[in-house]
């Protein structure tokens, strides 16, 4: 099911959440919402499910327009943050719920229920525990319920809260890799909220990048990673440094010395974004920026400096390989490989 | 005082000097709180059954089968069989708009439903005079279409559901506050309905905390003297519920059936204690399940 969302703005008592936001999302994709707090994703995700009303815009499943349907008409599966299970029902009643209060004339058989209900514990891994109550549950156990409660309901699409949220470090990377898989398997059309970057990027076929109430970026996890276009992508997503720099004839300058970059930026003042890893060291002499090391901290296989470069309160963060001589005092000339530039704000 | 000062005798606890002055301090204030609740609440208690059974289980008994006393326990068994149930479902009610809804008014109307506890309960009764005497606007109306409301059955009723209103509506608010909307919105997303939604998910989640509001407004029904007395006319075997009953025998001198018919209300005491501390370990133990879910 392809679902559109077409300028949509949300207020919440006068306060805005969102501001025209618009996104097509293609039917069967794996879809991530990265931002940070307050950024509106959630109240994103809340108004594609209907659990709120857009102030204005409006909400398509297909070519139907959901707008004006209830969350109950929209045939959507939500996984909570804290996964909402009905803790006095065990996990077999739980996932079983959606189609028992289904009316009358579309509501299967007891035995159906029973059958359908089982065949999806079994695809989240949970067959043996039926009997079970939420509080008996592990945090990724209880996880999994969530899930299999919202995909009994056959929902045209798939929405998740912070789906790892509250999980700690190594069950949220085996629930990745899983829910990857689950995804591939059924090709539900799913969306889903995060705040982690690894996760987003991990998971989803499109990035969904929002701050502020706005999406900054919709792209593959590539291109918002290598491709970020605007200094707040740059920033939220990897690692980043940034510099000023001028820009004369088509030439970013640094220090009085030209860096041997070009850009198409018109003349003047510009933030060269670049990331800490991606630069190449060389000799003072050369044309490069150049800064004296205030602070080294080993970091893995890699070391990482803080230079003090000329004309800039802030430093600069490189990553050198780890047995590179450069202490504190030493000095350090690099140029990034890969960069952007961004007027200055 | 005297219990505090001197040297401690025994060798074991000089070493532990410490802890044994504690020791003392909580012997004393233990011993003042024992003191309090004997002479405050079990002496009058007892105090209760040793007087109606003065004269033997003979008598006792006797003040039972009384048609006065038998149509004064009907009278309150039939008004608390009304008023409870009711406020039931006004308490839900009222809980549930504030504890699941924002809107216009919400801290007025929370403040409201504590009206009644911080009123008077003559005062209650009162308004209930003043709003269907002969007097008043509605009371001729009411009489002619012969609706007895004061003096009669009807108004004992309002006026004890006035009365114990906040007991369902307070005990369920900040459970439903706490317990949150997710649930609910869960269930919604599923495609349950709203009232799917109240039976399988909200009420199961706060039927501790509602069991132990009936429990109180059910005692407190039952007992209500102020408000009903001035509503009531104290019409013997007609509108005289247990409390008033009581009264009434206690100025007639009647001290054993007096006594015996409260002995009643004191039994519906315990056992509403007795079932609330059951609850409140029940009850706890459910609290203490949704902080850790």
Not at chain 1, 253 to 264: E, K, N, T, V
Not at chain 1, 285 to 303: E, K, M
Not at chain 2, 92 to 102: G, L, N, Y
Not at chain 2, 224 to 248: D, Q, Y
């Amino acid at each position: 099911m392809d679902v559109r969302v077409s300028g949509v703005r949300k207020e919440f008592d006068r306060f805005p959440a969102l501001h025209d936001v618009s996104l097509d999302i293609n039917s069967g994709e794996l879809i991530a919402l990265l931002g940070p707090s307050g950024s509106g994703k959630t109240t994103l995700l809340r108004l594609i499910a209907g659990l709120e009303t857009p102030t204005e815009g409006k909400v398509f499943f297909g070519d139907e327009d959901a707008s004006l349907k209830s969350v109950q008409e929209r045939n959507v599966g939500f996984v909570f943050q804290h996964y909402a299970l009905f803790r006095h029902m065990t996990v077999i009643d739980n996932v079983s719920f959606g189609l028992k209060v289904r009316p009358g004339s579309s509501r299967p058989s007891k035995d159906e229920i029973r059958r359908r209900s089982s065949e999806l514990l079994d695809f989240v891994q949970l067959s043996g525990l039926e009997k079970r109550y939420p509080a008996q549950l592990s945090g990724g156990q209880r996880q999994r319920v969530a899930l299999a409660r919202a995909m009994a309901i056959e929902p045209r699409v798939l929405l998740l809260d912070e789906p790892f949220g509250a999980l700690d470090a190594k069950v949220r990377k085996e629930l990745r890799r899983w829910l990857r898989e689950i995804h591939d398997k059924t090709k539900h059309t799913t969306v889903f909220v995060t705040h982690d970057q690894d996760e987003a990027l991990e998971l989803a076929d499109r990035v969904v990048v929002m701050s502020q109430g706005r999406i900054e970026q919709i792209g593959t996890p590539d291109e918002v990673y290598d491709r970020p276009n605007s200094p707040f992508v740059y920033s939220f997503i990897g690692e980043s440094s940034s510099t000023e720099v001028q820009i004369k004839n088509g030439e970013l300058w640094f220090d009085g010395q030209a860096l041997g970059i070009s850009s198409d930026r018109p003349d003047g003042e510009g933030m060269l974004y670049f990331r800490p890893h991606d630069i190449e060291l060389i000799d003072a002499s050369n044309r490069g920026i150049a800064g004296t090391v205030v602070a080294s901290r080993r970091v893995g296989a890699t070391r990482r400096i803080e230079l003090a470069i000329a004309g800039a309160t802030d430093h600069v963060e490189i990553e050198i390989p780890a047995d590179h001589p450069a202490t504190e005092t030493s000095r350090i000339a690099f140029r990034p490989k890969h960069w952007r530039v961004f007027p200055k704000s | 005082m005297a219990l505090e000062s001197g040297p401690v005798t025994d060798p074991t606890a000089t070493a532990r000097h410490a802890t044994t002055e504690r020791r003392t301090a909580r012997f004393v204030l233990t011993g003042i709180a024992l003191a309090f609740l004997a002479l405050f609440l079990v002496l009058p208690l007892v105090s209760v059954f040793v007087e109606a059974f003065r004269k033997g289980p003979t008598e006792y008994l006797a003040a039972f089968s009384e048609p006065d006393a038998q149509a004064a326990i009907r009278l309150t068994l039939l008004v608390a069989s009304i008023a409870v149930p009711l406020n039931v479902v006004f308490g839900v009610v009222a809980a549930w708009a504030i504890a699941k809804f924002e809107f216009k008014g919400k801290a007025f109307l929370t403040t409201l439903i504590d009206l009644p506890f911080s009123v008077s309960p003559v005062i209650s009764g009162l308004v209930y005079v003043l709003l269907f005497s002969s007097q008043s606007a509605l009371g001729p109306w009411l009489k002619s279409q012969g609706i007895e409301i004061l003096f009669a059955v009807p108004g004992i009723v309002l006026a004890t559901m006035f009365v114990t209103f906040p007991f369902v509506a307070r005990e369920l608010i900040p459970l439903m506050q706490e317990q949150g909307t997710t649930d609910e919105e869960a269930a919604l997303s599923l495609g349950a309905n709203g009232w799917q939604t109240f039976w399988h998910v909200t009420l199961p989640n706060i039927k501790w905390g509602l069991l132990y509001g009936v429990l109180l407004c059910n005692a407190r029904a039952m007992g209500e003297f102020g408000a009903v007395s001035v509503v009531s006319g104290h019409i013997r075997g007609l509108t005289n519920t247990m409390p008033l009953h009581v009264e009434i025998l206690y100025n007639e001198y009647n001290f054993v059936a007096a006594f015996a018919v409260a002995s009643l209300l004191a039994l519906l005491a315990l056992v509403t204690l007795v079932l609330k501390t059951l609850l409140e370990l029940r009850y706890g133990a459910e609290l203490r399940a949704v902080g850790g879910h």
